[in-house]
């Protein structure tokens, strides 16, 4: 069955430092992968969705990045973060099936603190 | 591009019924619907694939229009577990990966 990993749980970082997630997914190849914001009280903003390595989309400008340097791996980062940087961000995957469209998964998320 | 969700909020006791709306402006492949606990991941529901599709998950049902954009999650006889913030995400025609959520209603269900 497949699983998705996805680490730090809890960070608190000063504003202007560096960010890393990261994220892993097991049990299956090629999946489509996601990062999404959720601040605090409010939606879920997609924010990068990949569907292969080196082929990433941005859907927000903002300071962060992310990158897919093997087929199942999944990292945001940014920089030099910023106060309005702080959320529950979210790592997910999905496969496409013709049956099942792009059903995504979420990881158990990570609470980021911007002080 | 985000779809509309509504209504915003909802308050129930238990056993009574709910609708959740969720309507795009923009042509829709499938229609995926979640459920949020306070401070965890969105839990999958159901997706709706196909145009006037329904599916069912014990009591929790959905609706596809695909002519009018639009879905509907119907709760019947809520239990007090089926309190949380529901997410419709939609995605548009064709595989492409990308999966857009409306802005989430919180249900709360009393004794």
């Known amino acids: 069955s497949q699983t998705i990993h996805q680490w730090p749980a809890t960070l608190v970082q000063p504003v202007g430092s560096p960010l890393s997630l990261e994220c892993t997914v097991e049990?299956?190849?090629?999946?489509?992968l996601y990062w999404y914001r959720q601040a605090a009280g409010r939606g879920l903003q997609l924010l990068f969705y990949?569907?292969?390595?080196d082929q990433i989309s941005s859907e927000v400008p903002q300071n962060l990045s992310a990158s897919r340097p093997q087929d199942r791996q999944f990292i945001l980062s940014s920089k030099k973060l910023l106060l309005s940087d702080s959320g529950f961000y979210l790592c997910?995957?999905?496969?496409w099936g013709q049956g099942s469209g792009n059903t995504i998964y979420f990881g158990e998320g990570s609470w980021l603190t911007v002080v | 591009q985000q779809p509309v969700q509504s209504p915003q909020a909802v308050i129930l006791r238990e056993g009574e019924d709910a609708v959740i709306n969720c309507s795009s402006s923009?042509?829709?492949?499938?229609v995926h619907w979640y459920r949020q606990k306070h401070g965890e991941a969105p839990v999958f529901l159901m997706i709706?694939?196909?145009?006037?599709e329904q599916k069912g998950h014990e009591k929790i049902s959905a609706s596809f229009n695909e002519k009018k954009q639009q879905s509907s999650l119907y709760l019947t006889a809520s239990q007090l577990s089926y309190s949380g913030t529901y997410f419709c995400?939609?995605?548009?025609?064709?595989?492409?990966?990308?999966?857009?959520f409306g802005q989430g209603t919180t249900l709360q269900v009393k004794p």
């Open positions: 997910a995957w999905s496969v």
């Open positions: 049990g299956t190849s090629n999946p489509n």
């Open positions: 990949s569907i292969g390595i």
């Open positions: 923009k042509a829709l492949y499938s």
């Open positions: 709706l694939l196909k145009g006037g």
């Open positions: 995400g939609t995605s548009p025609s064709g595989n492409t990966g990308k999966l857009i």
